[in-house]
């Protein structure tokens, strides 16, 4: 079920499939980077719960360091994940490159030492990761690892041609959102 909430501030609607939310833009440059933090989600509605795991201590892990969270996969999932977007995507040089970067590396490292066509692509196998319930969580504010976390779609609209949509993540019990991963946008 997608519900649907407006601002009367610049006439932005957030839908959510089973949350609720409004978001307080100041000006219109503020449109385009929602602040994700200023919506009050109705965490009752219908969500998904997504399970986290743990990584044995001695393999290599990829982390994606996030203000309040840190997502880790394994490197193992992680090439595994980059060489299948690889193959689905061929016409993607970013995917490829991606790959042989990944394939190369040892040790443990973090995304953020990726430059940015990369990054993404990086941050989308991370997320694919994360939905499928192979990364674990830290969650910076509790100080602990969680064991679920909860994932929904969102959708927005800005006007008639201006709209776009993708995932929230949020810790179980709380309504702050660690990361969102915007999927399409028109």
Same mark, same amino acid.
């Given at each position: 079920?997608?519900?649907?909430?407006?601002?009367?501030?610049?006439?932005?609607?957030?839908?959510?499939?089973?949350?609720?939310?409004?978001?307080?833009?100041?000006?219109?440059?503020?449109?385009?980077?929602?602040?994700?933090?200023?919506?009050?989600?109705?965490?009752?509605?219908?969500?998904?719960?997504?399970?986290? =795991?743990?990584?044995?201590? /001695? !393999?290599?892990?990829?982390?994606?360091?996030?203000?309040? %969270?840190?997502? *880790?996969? @394994? &490197?193992?999932?992680?090439?595994?994940?980059?060489?299948?977007?690889?193959?689905?995507?061929?016409?993607?040089?970013?995917?490829?490159?991606?790959?042989?970067?990944?394939?190369?590396?040892?040790?443990?490292?973090?995304?953020?030492?990726?430059?940015?066509?990369?990054?993404?692509?990086?941050?989308?196998?991370?997320?694919?990761?994360?939905?499928?319930?192979?990364? =674990?969580?830290?969650?910076? /504010? !509790?100080?602990?690892?969680?064991?679920?976390?909860?994932? %929904?779609?969102? *959708?927005? @609209? &800005?006007?008639?041609?201006?709209?776009?949509?993708?995932?929230?993540?949020?810790?179980?019990?709380?309504?702050?959102?660690?990361?969102?991963?915007?999927?399409?946008?028109?």
């Amino acid at each position: 079920m997608i519900k649907k909430a407006s601002s009367p501030l610049l006439g932005l609607s957030v839908m959510f499939c089973g949350y609720t939310g409004t978001a307080e833009v100041a000006t219109s440059e503020d449109r385009q980077n929602i602040n994700w933090e200023t919506l009050a989600l109705d965490t009752s509605s219908n969500h998904r719960e997504v399970p986290c =795991r743990q990584i044995a201590a /001695e !393999r290599p892990v990829c982390q994606q360091d996030e203000e309040q %969270a840190r997502i *880790e996969v @394994s &490197l193992d999932d992680l090439r595994q994940q980059v060489r299948s977007q690889a193959e689905a995507n061929p016409h993607l040089t970013a995917d490829a490159e991606l790959a042989q970067r990944i394939e190369a590396m040892e040790g443990d490292f973090d995304l953020s030492q990726l430059e940015a066509p990369l990054l993404k692509r990086a941050q989308r196998a991370v997320k694919t990761l994360l939905l499928g319930g192979q990364a =674990r969580v830290f969650n910076k /504010e !509790r100080q602990r690892y969680e064991t679920s976390i909860i994932a %929904a779609d969102y *959708e927005y @609209s &800005l006007g008639p041609l201006t709209a776009g949509g993708g995932k929230i993540f949020l810790f179980k019990g709380s309504e702050a959102v660690f990361l969102e991963a915007q999927e399409w946008a028109s």
